[in-house]
């Protein structure tokens, strides 16, 4: 999120970040941090007219972790994942 505040001109960075986040959370076995990462990549994408790649990489990880339902992180992910649509 801070790279992608200091150069919002440049998200490569940013995305090369979220993914590289995303894997770790996923080595970790990290659920929670692998939602706000797939949560932030998708909320990337969808700005970069991405939608149906944002979604491809939202739902499965949604899927994943129904048993957090409620939670701040996955009520936020659930929201962008509705926002983009079938």
């Not at 490569?12 to 894997?23: G, K, P």
């Not at 959370?25 to 998708?42: D, F, M, N, V, Y």
């Not at 972790?65 to 983009?84: V, Y």
Request: proline share 5%; aromatic share 2%.
């Amino acid at each position: 999120e801070c790279l992608l505040a200091a150069a919002p001109q440049d998200p490569r960075t940013a995305e090369a970040a979220f993914r590289r986040a995303l894997e770790l959370a996923r080595e970790q076995g990290c659920g929670g941090w692998e939602i706000r990462a797939a949560t932030s990549l998708a909320r990337l994408l969808k700005q970069g007219g991405r939608t149906t790649e944002a979604r491809d990489l939202l739902g499965p990880v949604l899927a994943t972790h129904e048993d957090t339902a409620g939670t701040p992180d996955l009520t936020d992910a659930a929201a962008l994942l509705n926002s983009l649509g079938d």
